[in-house]
C-alpha cells in the first residue's frame, strides 16, 4: 500500500503538552544505536542563534478555559467578553493566530516577566517539538507535517 505525500505545515499543529526529557532521550537513543545522522542542539544554537540552554518550558498540568480567559484580559488587554468569544471559537484554552494556526494561551505565561525570556531553552523546546513532529510524521496514517520546517531546511542545506 502507498502513502500519500505529506503536507508540511509550518507551526501548523496543535501544541500539546509533553515530557521534554522522556522525548529526548528516546529519539537519542534512536539515533546512536541506528547510526542516523540527525539535528543536534549545537546545529540549532548555529542556524538560529537562540539559547539551547537555561529554563525548561513546562507546565505541571493543564490550563483550563477561565484561566485562559483571565490570562488573556491580564496579559494582553483583552475584555472579557473577546478573551471567552475566542476560546469558544477554538473549543478550547486557545487563541488563533493570523495564520489559522491554534496557539495554546499558557504559553504567555511565559512572557509575563519579561526579563525571564532569555532564561529559557528556546532552542531545546524548538528542536524537541521539530523532534516530536518527526516522529509522528512517520506514522501511516498521518498527512501532515508541522513544526519549524526552516530549521530543518537550514540544516539539509548546510550539510
Given at each position: 500500500?502507498?502513502?500519500?505525500?505529506?503536507?508540511?505545515?509550518?507551526?501548523?499543529?496543535?501544541?500539546?503538552?509533553?515530557?521534554?526529557?522522556?522525548?529526548?532521550?528516546?529519539?537519542?537513543?534512536?539515533?546512536?544505536?541506528?547510526?542516523?545522522?540527525?539535528i543536534?542542539?549545537?546545529?540549532?544554537a548555529?542556524i538560529?542563534?537562540?539559547?539551547?540552554?537555561?529554563?525548561?518550558i513546562?507546565?505541571?498540568?493543564p490550563?483550563q478555559?477561565?484561566?485562559?480567559?483571565?490570562?488573556l484580559?491580564?496579559?494582553?488587554?483583552?475584555?472579557?467578553?473577546?478573551?471567552?468569544?475566542?476560546?469558544?471559537?477554538?473549543?478550547?484554552?486557545?487563541?488563533?493566530?493570523?495564520?489559522?494556526?491554534?496557539v495554546?494561551?499558557?504559553?504567555?505565561?511565559?512572557f509575563?516577566?519579561?526579563?525571564?525570556?532569555g532564561?529559557?531553552?528556546?532552542?531545546?523546546?524548538?528542536?524537541?517539538?521539530?523532534?516530536?513532529?518527526?516522529?509522528?510524521?512517520?506514522?501511516?496514517?498521518?498527512?501532515?507535517?508541522g513544526?519549524?520546517?526552516?530549521?530543518?531546511?537550514?540544516?539539509?542545506?548546510?550539510?
Open positions: 500500500m502507498d502513502r500519500a505525500p505529506l503536507k508540511l505545515v509550518n507551526h501548523g499543529a496543535k501544541l500539546q503538552l509533553w515530557e521534554l526529557d522522556a522525548e529526548m532521550s528516546r529519539i537519542s537513543e534512536t539515533v546512536h544505536r541506528s547510526g542516523l545522522m540527525t543536534t542542539l549545537d546545529d540549532v548555529s538560529l542563534h537562540i539559547p539551547t540552554t537555561g529554563s525548561m513546562s507546565f505541571s498540568q490550563l478555559v477561565d484561566d485562559a480567559n483571565a490570562l484580559v491580564e496579559l494582553l488587554g483583552t475584555t472579557d467578553i473577546e478573551a471567552s468569544r475566542e476560546t469558544e471559537q477554538c473549543r478550547s484554552p486557545s487563541v488563533r493566530l493570523l495564520c489559522a494556526t491554534n495554546v494561551v499558557v504559553y504567555l505565561e511565559l509575563r516577566d519579561l526579563s525571564m525570556v532564561s529559557y531553552a528556546w532552542g531545546a523546546a524548538c528542536l524537541a517539538y521539530l523532534y516530536r513532529q518527526l516522529t509522528t510524521a512517520t506514522r501511516f496514517e498521518v498527512r501532515q507535517l513544526g519549524y520546517m526552516t530549521l530543518l531546511q537550514a540544516w539539509i542545506y548546510d550539510l
